[in-house]
């Protein structure tokens, strides 16, 4: 049975409506597992009417594939070298539905052991503009949404990740739907079921209010395969957390994200007492404590670093201990040769040249 948390890792909310009604329904259920997700790609797409946990089996290919690095230089950059590794990682898909007209489809995926990616494009048969007045903000994102979007992968564990609208070239009728997610166990190759509701446009800028453009629903299942490029680092060490005292359990890094998972001695107390749905700030505390003031930064060989603090994760009281799994899908990819090294805390990992 999947959490609180982990259902509402799979609806399409702004950050504020997530927090809200997931730490409203954890109050009631008592959940043992919280999740914080990284709010820096997170986009205002929406509030889903219903959980849908499953979806059904869907249509066919379309005709010419996009390559992965053809689909993804809108998300994670698209220098000669993003391309390169992005087409390395990733896989063509071109699986599609259609619904009141409109196509779906499923354009590329790239992926490594905890993460993911998959690029959609939506557009009208007709050729004509999917809606009027489709002006994306300041952060790029198209005032879109689905009533419900769902893709089942298989995965055992939580997830958390983000999820937007784009428009990867303003010259034709189409635009494009990224889902980002990041997870506690490792992905296996498998199928993907992908599954989405009723297609609205904001109106006015107003995120409570919509107008309908397609009504339906879009099914479509595809392989989940791509290269896993993802190294461990050696893991074990203890360090300090707060004066708290933590146990590395894994590093793992790859072009795509990190995930580092440890061990608090010391069980997480909760006290699920926020009102209004709102968290309480003794469990503001617990997090901050726990997962999200855990310094982690990654060094690249030619001086730069990149601040990963701001990550999500999750946080599990276990038998008297805490395990926390802090991770994230970087911005653009990298070549794992550009790494210097990763450190957690005070603990620095380099990477051997050649990874």
């Known amino acids: 049975m999947k959490t609180y948390h982990q259902s509402m890792d799979e609806l399409h909310f702004t950050p504020e409506e997530k927090e809200a009604m997931t730490e ?23 509030v889903a009417a219903a959980l849908v946990l499953t979806v059904g089996v869907g249509a066919a290919a379309t005709g010419v594939l996009k390559s992965a690095g053809e689909a993804f230089p809108e998300v994670f950059g698209g220098a000669p070298a ?4 992005i087409d390395r990682i990733g ?27 998959i690029v959609y494009t939506i557009a009208r048969e007709d050729g004509k503009p999917l809606a009027e007045d489709l002006t994306p903000n300041a952060f790029g994102y198209l005032p879109l949404r689905f009533e419900s979007a769902d893709v089942d992968v298989g995965q055992q564990g939580g997830s958390h990740g983000a999820s937007y609208f784009f428009d990867a070239d303003p010259e034709d009728n189409a635009v494009q739907y990224v889902d980002l ?3 506690d ?25 919509s107008t309908p453009v397609a009504q339906g629903k879009w099914k479509m299942r595809f392989a989940f395969q791509f ?27 790859s072009p795509l994200s990190f995930q580092v998972s440890y061990t608090v001695q010391q069980e997480v107390q909760w006290d699920n007492a926020g009102g209004n749905g709102q968290q309480s700030a003794h469990d503001r505390e617990e997090s901050l404590r726990y997962l999200e003031s855990l310094p982690v930064v990654l060094t690249k060989r030619d001086g730069t670093t990149i601040d990963l603090t701001s990550s999500g994760g999750s946080i599990s009281p276990q038998g008297g201990k805490t395990v926390c799994q802090k991770s994230d899908i970087f911005s653009s990819v990298l070549s794992l040769e550009e790494i210097e090294s990763i450190t957690v805390a005070d603990l620095t990992f380099p990477l051997a040249q050649g990874e």
């Open 24 to 46: 409203r329904l954890l109050k009631a259920s008592q959940a043992p597992v919280h999740r914080v997700r990284p709010l820096r790609r997170m986009a205002a797409v929406g």
């Open 181 to 183: 997610r990041t997870g």
């Open 91 to 117: 896989r063509p898909v071109g699986a599609s539905d259609t619904a009141d007209g409109v196509v779906i489809t499923a354009d590329a995926i790239v992926g490594d052991r905890y993460s993911y990616a």
């Open 185 to 209: 166990t490792p992905l296996t190759p498998g199928t993907a079921r992908a599954s989405f509701r009723n297609l609205s446009v904001y109106t006015d800028n107003d995120y409570t209010k």
């Open 82 to 85: 993003q391309t390169e590794i």
């Open 227 to 253: 290269e896993d490029t993802s190294v461990s680092l050696p893991a074990g060490q203890s360090f300090l957390l707060n004066g708290m005292e933590a146990t590395l359990d894994s590093v793992v890094l």
